[in-house]
C-alpha cells in the first residue's frame, strides 16, 4: 500500500478534475515473451545472463504453442511485469506528457483537469498497449470520472478531502489478523480509517492476539 500516499497526492483537491483508471486485462497471461525479450535485450548484453532469461521465460505459455504469458508467482514474473510495464510509464509520461500518471502492477490511473486531454490521453494509451505491447485494457476497470466521486485504487476509497479503507480490505484485515502479520495491518489500518475503526481494530487485537496468549 505504499503508492496509496501517492495516489492521494495525485488526486487534486479541485473536484472537477477528471480521473481516467483502468488495468490491464489478464496481464500475466497476455505478456508477449518474445517482446519482453527485445525489451530484456536492449539492457542485458551479457550473453550468458541473457540465455537464461530466455529459458526462464520460454518456461511457461498461457496458450499451449505460443510464446505468451508469464506465471504468477514465479520469482522474476514482477521484476519481468515491471520492466515490461516501463515501456508504458515512459511513453504516457515522456511520449504523452501526463504530468500526473500513477502505476502500481498492471493497475494504473491519469488524472488531468482537461477532459478532451485526458480521453486523447486514454486513446493514444489503448493503441499503445494494442500495437507496441500485444496488450488490452480491462473494460469493467477502462473508467473515467470526476474526482469529487471518489477513486477506488488499490483498496482504498480517495476523495479530494480524504480516504478510507474500502470494506472488502477492511474486513480481510480483520479476518486474515494473526501475530505475523499484526504490524502490517495495524499500518494500514492507522494510515486509512477514520478513529472508529481504528478504535474497532485495537479492540479486535485485544481479543484475538493479546486476551488469549
Request: glycine share 6%.
Amino acid at each position: 500500500m505504499s503508492h496509496c500516499p501517492a495516489a492521494h497526492k495525485a488526486l487534486p483537491v479541485i473536484s472537477g478534475i477528471s480521473i481516467w483508471k483502468c488495468d490491464v486485462k489478464k496481464f500475466f497471461d497476455s505478456v508477449d515473451q518474445e517482446i519482453l525479450l527485445k525489451i530484456l535485450s536492449f539492457r542485458i548484453k551479457d550473453s550468458i545472463t541473457f540465455n537464461l532469461l530466455k529459458e526462464i521465460t520460454y518456461s511457461f505459455t498461457s496458450i499451449p504453442g505460443k510464446k505468451i504469458g508469464m506465471p504468477i508467482g514465479n520469482l522474476t514474473s514482477q521484476i519481468f511485469a515491471n520492466i515490461y510495464l516501463n515501456e508504458l510509464d515512459r511513453f504516457i509520461k515522456h511520449n504523452l506528457g501526463a504530468k500526473a500518471y500513477l502505476r502500481y502492477g498492471d493497475d494504473f490511473i491519469i488524472v488531468e483537469n482537461d477532459l478532451t486531454r485526458l480521453q486523447f490521453f486514454r486513446a493514444e494509451t489503448i493503441d499503445f498497449l494494442k500495437d507496441q505491447l500485444g496488450l488490452e485494457v480491462n473494460p469493467k476497470s477502462d473508467k473515467i470520472m470526476k474526482s469529487r466521486h471518489g477513486l477506488k485504487f488499490l483498496g482504498i476509497k480517495f476523495w479530494p478531502s480524504g480516504r478510507n479503507l474500502n470494506r472488502r480490505s477492511l474486513l480481510r484485515a480483520t479476518t486474515r489478523l494473526s501475530n505475523n502479520n499484526l504490524s502490517s495491518y495495524s499500518g494500514l489500518i492507522k494510515a486509512h480509517c477514520n478513529y472508529k475503526k481504528h478504535k474497532f481494530f485495537n479492540w479486535l487485537v485485544y481479543e484475538k492476539l493479546i486476551n488469549f496468549e
